[in-house]
């Protein structure tokens, strides 16, 4: 055989040999999975937001004076009108505090008619007879202030 069909005879049979028909592969099989099935509900959905809710006329009350609650007189949301009675408080610590200032009261007008009739004889200064006035009008202002704290429930002597 010559040289070129030699070549064509090795081309021929690598043809043949690459035509042949080869056994088929299987296709992969695919894996089972699990099938979940979702229930359909109705789902309410809130939206929480910060703000804050004010009304129209916003009024701050404040007591006069330090103390507890004892009693309210009026319900949350319910209209008022000026000088409405809100709320009780306790006063005990306010009555102590009006006795204490009468006895300072009583103290200071024991020592104004004291001196009274030294001055009179020249035996002290009027100096110290209007200081100790003045001690008796600061203590019956002192009293006044804790009997118009308490709701002038208490008396001036």
Known sequence: MKRSHYFYFVIGLLVLQACKQQPQQ???V???YPVISIPTKTVIAHNIYPASVEGTNNSSVRAKVPGYITQVQVDEGQKVR???VLFK???QSLSQDAEAAKANINAA???VDKLIPLVEKNIISSV???????KLAQAKSGYS???ANIGNRCTTP
């Open 26 to 28: 299987q296709a992969p």
């Open 30 to 32: 695919a894996l089972p």
């Open 82 to 84: 000026k000088g409405q």
């Open 89 to 91: 408080l306790e006063t």
């Open 109 to 111: 007008q024991v020592e």
């Open 128 to 134: 110290q007879l209007e200081t100790a006035k003045a």
């Open 145 to 147: 202030s804790i009997a």
